[in-house]
């Protein structure tokens, strides 16, 4: 079993030097690995922060009082309320008190990023022992706001799951060992609070991005609902069936009777030569309610002879017929694939609908599928949704140039979902790449001129 100093001397990759010389003052200038500005310090989380006395927080649980339980959520997403509960439920009659600010871990968890401060809204809510506390010494050349940026990036969680299980073999940290173990890089405060103002700039414009993107879908449910019960004139007379309403001039029918439904299979496995072929091959998993342009596995022309697989031509609608979490999710093929016994492709008799709309319906449709078609096998908690049933799903059928436009209204706002995402993607790429680098020194803030407020 590795000690804290042989495993941190490894990281270092040097031999821990005499305290007080010139070996050390060079090694000071270096982060796991990494070599450092001049001016630049590096301290471990026990020089400033201050281990809380629990004995001063300690809360005896009573029966007829309500207490906020707060969870640390993994990869440092923070602190969040998890419940809140009477005393008579609590089973640990003896908690403790945390105040905002506190810096708290899960001793089990820290392995995996769960850790981080108590914003204020969770003020004077309790845990149980199993996190340690910890408050940020009040030193005049630390920023908080730096060292909660430093702490969330993933080779601090990674570096204390190396030392727990391939240390140790176990999966608990010990205060005392967190407190040794993270290293934290200090420019001189200055250039802490310049690297912190661009950064929070970054996740600013991640979060207006995320914003959009919560709006837009917001819209999009709204929109859905309207466009398939009202259509596209919501003056237009409208009619009460089955299924609710909707305009008087469309009908409601049965999936099957205007739709082929075709299921498909998986080669042997015993057979190598059946995979890793030219075929692609297509699981239920891979379907995203959106378009499949490839698919994780590829069969072979004797294991789609050998199997029921079939070959699903490009722009077939697809449906999962299983699986939890899985079960009616959709897909629009863009490429020809095979595909595999979960999944059925929904193939128009007669040109009855387009693909693309069945499948916007089909997910507007989805909570009332789940509720009243789907089963649950009791003897393993599988969801299926049997072709038989499938086939008798009522499903609604405009006038096709009524489904043109009502497509190109529901992709337009597809396609302004897509951007967002795409830029929330790329920066986050940006803030995880700026952050790497401005706290290693890579990239220099120290002529930026920041607003003062």
């Not at 995996?112 to 108590?118: I, L, S, T």
């Not at 030569?273 to 297509?282: A, D, K, M, R, V």
Request: charged residues 30%; hydrophobic residues 35%; positive net charge.
């Amino acid at each position: 079993m590795k000690t804290l100093d042989e495993f941190l001397n490894k990281q270092y990759r040097t031999k821990t030097p005499a305290k007080g010389s010139a070996v050390l003052q060079k090694q000071r200038k270096k982060l796991y690995g990494n070599e450092l500005p001049e001016g630049w310090d590096v301290v471990s989380f026990g020089q400033i922060f201050r281990l809380v006395d629990k004995k001063s927080r300690k809360v005896k649980i009573k029966d007829d009082q309500t207490y906020r339980l707060v969870t640390v959520k993994l990869y440092a997403k923070g602190i969040v309320l998890r419940e809140i509960k009477q005393g008579s439920e609590i089973k640990t009659k003896t908690m403790y008190r945390i105040q905002e600010g506190d810096f708290i871990i899960s001793k089990i968890d820290a392995r995996n990023g769960a850790y981080g401060f108590v914003p204020p809204e969770l003020d004077r809510a309790v845990v149980s022992g199993d996190f340690p506390i910890w408050r940020l010494k009040e030193l005049d050349y630390v920023d908080k706001d730096f060292v909660d940026l430093y702490l969330s990036q993933p080779m601090i969680w990674e570096l204390i799951r190396n030392f727990v299980t391939g240390s140790t073999n176990r999966k608990r940290v010990s205060p005392e060992e967190f407190m040794y173990l993270v290293r934290i890089p200090l420019p001189p405060l200055e250039e802490q609070r310049k690297i912190v103002y661009v950064l929070k700039t970054v996740q600013q414009a991640i979060e207006q991005q995320e914003k959009i993107i919560k709006t837009t879908k917001d819209l999009k449910r709204a929109l859905m609902k309207r466009l398939f019960t009202k259509g596209l004139d919501p003056n237009q007379p409208t009619k009460m069936t089955e299924i609710g309403e909707i305009p008087e001039h469309w009908e409601v029918v049965p999936l099957g009777e205007v739709s082929n439904l075709l299921s498909g299979g998986t080669p042997s496995r015993q057979h190598s030569e059946y995979w890793n072929g030219s075929i692609p091959w297509l699981k239920s998993g891979e379907l995203n309610d959106g378009y499949i342009y490839s698919t994780e596995e590829t069969i072979s022309d004797i294991g789609l002879k050998k199997s029921s697989a079939k070959i699903i031509p490009k722009g077939t609608l697809l449906i999962a017929l299983y699986g939890k979490g899985t079960v009616t999710k959709t897909a629009i093929l863009g490429i020809d694939s095979a595909i595999n016994q979960a999944i059925c492709a929904i193939i128009p008799k007669n040109n009855a609908f387009l693909p693309r709309f069945m499948q916007y319906y089909l997910i507007y449709r989805r909570p009332v599928i789940l509720k009243k078609y789907v089963r649950v096998q009791s003897d393993a908690g599988r969801t299926n949704l049997y072709l038989g049933v499938l086939r008798g799903i009522p499903v609604i059928l405009p006038p096709i140039e009524e489904q043109k436009k009502i497509v190109e209204i529901l992709e337009t706002v597809d396609r302004k979902i897509e951007l967002a995402q795409q830029k929330r993607k790329a920066l986050e790429e940006l803030f995880s790449t700026l952050r790497h680098k401005l706290m290693t020194g890579q990239i220099r803030v120290s002529n930026l001129k920041i607003p003062t407020e």
